[in-house]
Nanobody
Framework: QVQLVEFGGGLVQAGGSLRLSCAAS????????MAWYRQAPGKQRELIAR???????NYADSVKGRFTISRDNAKNTVVLQMNSLKPEDTAGYYC??????????????WGQGTQVTVSS
C-alpha cells in the first residue's frame, strides 16, 4: 500500500504565500505523474498543477504565474509553492500520484487533503 500525506495548509491573508508538501510512503518502486488538485465547497475537484517524473509541468490558468510545483524523486515528495494568494484560492488541496509498486502497473493514489483559507 501507498500513503500520501500533505503538510502546510492554513490561514493566510490575501497576497500572502503558503507552501504545501506531500510525501509518499509505502510500497514504492517509482512514481509517475504527481499533481495537486483542489476542491472548494460546492464545486468539483479541479486539477491545478501536475509534474512528470522528468520535471515537465502544467498549470491551470487560474494559478499560472502564482503557483509553482516541484518534486524530489529521491524523497518521493512534491511541493506546491503558492504566492499572491487570493480569497478564491480557498479550498481543500489534495495531493495525487501515480505509483508503481513493482508490478509495472501505475495505481493512482490520493492524499487526505489539507485546507487552505485565504482571507480578504
Amino acid at each position: 500500500q501507498v500513503q500520501l500525506v500533505e503538510f502546510g495548509g492554513g490561514l493566510v491573508q490575501a497576497g500572502g504565500s503558503l507552501r504545501l508538501s506531500c510525501a509518499a510512503s509505502g510500497s514504492i518502486f517509482s512514481i509517475g505523474v504527481m499533481a495537486w488538485y483542489r476542491q472548494a465547497p460546492g464545486k468539483q475537484r479541479e486539477l491545478i498543477a501536475r509534474i512528470t517524473s522528468r520535471g515537465s509541468t502544467n498549470y491551470a490558468d487560474s494559478v499560472k504565474g502564482r503557483f509553482t510545483i516541484s518534486r524530489d524523486n529521491a524523497k518521493n515528495t512534491v511541493v506546491l509553492q503558492m504566492n499572491s494568494l487570493k480569497p478564491e484560492d480557498t479550498a481543500g488541496y489534495y495531493c495525487n500520484a501515480d505509483v508503481d509498486s513493482g508490478s509495472k502497473r501505475l495505481v493512482n493514489y490520493w492524499g487526505q487533503g489539507t485546507q487552505v483559507t485565504v482571507s480578504s
